[in-house]
């Protein structure tokens, strides 16, 4: 885990088999960048599989498969605590099961979170459970949408995102 203040530029780059969040603590620029099959696991931390903390922006950010595990509060299929930050034009489909806030997207979210999509079970043991963002305190979700077994987009707050239950993205 590493922390970033600079641009973090994947090129279209793929990782896969992560092992833990890729930055702990970011305030600069993540994008580009496709995480496969990422198996995160921890109880120490807020966890998503492109970062724990984000201050900064992620942008073009995709997780395929996976799973996205925490015994600790916020946990998001791209990131844990979406504090200040931008989460924009991402998508998971990762298993994400958390303790408290937990999200297909973003576990806490009072940044901004636009045009993103999840399609992976999310569970949560602590309550707060949202397809896009577990708990919403400020933030804005806008373009987002989803399908899965979560029962909406924000498990806490207003939930303004859109569930795509008859598999038709086109519509």
Same mark, same amino acid.
């Given at each position: 885990?590493?922390?970033?203040?600079?641009?973090?530029?994947?090129?279209?780059?793929?990782?896969?088999?992560?092992?833990?969040?890729?930055?702990?603590?970011?305030?600069?620029?993540?994008?580009?960048?496709?995480?496969?099959?990422?198996?995160?696991?921890?109880?120490?931390?807020?966890?998503?599989?492109?970062?724990?903390?984000?201050?900064?922006?992620?942008?073009?950010?995709?997780?395929?498969?996976?799973?996205?595990?925490? +015994?600790?509060?916020?946990? =998001?299929? !791209? $990131? *844990?605590?979406?504090?200040? /930050?931008?989460?924009? #034009? &991402?998508?998971?489909?990762?298993?994400?099961?958390g303790a408290g806030a937990t999200g297909g997207i973003v576990g806490y979210n009072a940044g901004s979170v636009l045009a993103c999509y999840a399609t992976g079970s999310v569970t949560s +043991?602590?309550?707060?459970? =949202?397809? !896009? $963002? *577990?708990?919403?305190?400020? /933030?804005?979700?806008? #373009? &987002?949408?989803?399908?899965?077994?979560?029962?909406?987009?924000?498990?806490?707050?207003?939930?303004?995102?859109?569930?795509?239950?008859?598999?038709?993205?086109?519509?």
């Amino acid at each position: 885990r590493i922390d970033c203040s600079g641009t973090f530029d994947g090129n279209g780059y793929t990782i896969t088999g992560l092992k833990d969040c890729l930055i702990d603590w970011n305030t600069g620029t993540v994008r580009n960048l496709t995480l496969v099959n990422p198996n995160v696991n921890t109880s120490y931390h807020r966890a998503g599989a492109v970062a724990s903390e984000n201050f900064g922006t992620i942008e073009n950010c995709h997780v395929v498969g996976g799973s996205v595990k925490s +015994s600790w509060e916020d946990t =998001g299929g !791209i $990131v *844990g605590n979406n504090e200040d /930050g931008n989460i924009l #034009a &991402c998508s998971s489909t990762a298993t994400v099961t958390g303790a408290g806030a937990t999200g297909g997207i973003v576990g806490y979210n009072a940044g901004s979170v636009l045009a993103c999509y999840a399609t992976g079970s999310v569970t949560s +043991s602590g309550g707060y459970i =949202g397809a !896009i $963002v *577990g708990r919403r305190d400020g /933030g804005t979700q806008t #373009a &987002c949408y989803w399908s899965g077994d979560a029962e909406k987009g924000v498990g806490f707050d207003t939930d303004n995102t859109m569930e795509v239950g008859d598999g038709n993205w086109l519509t």
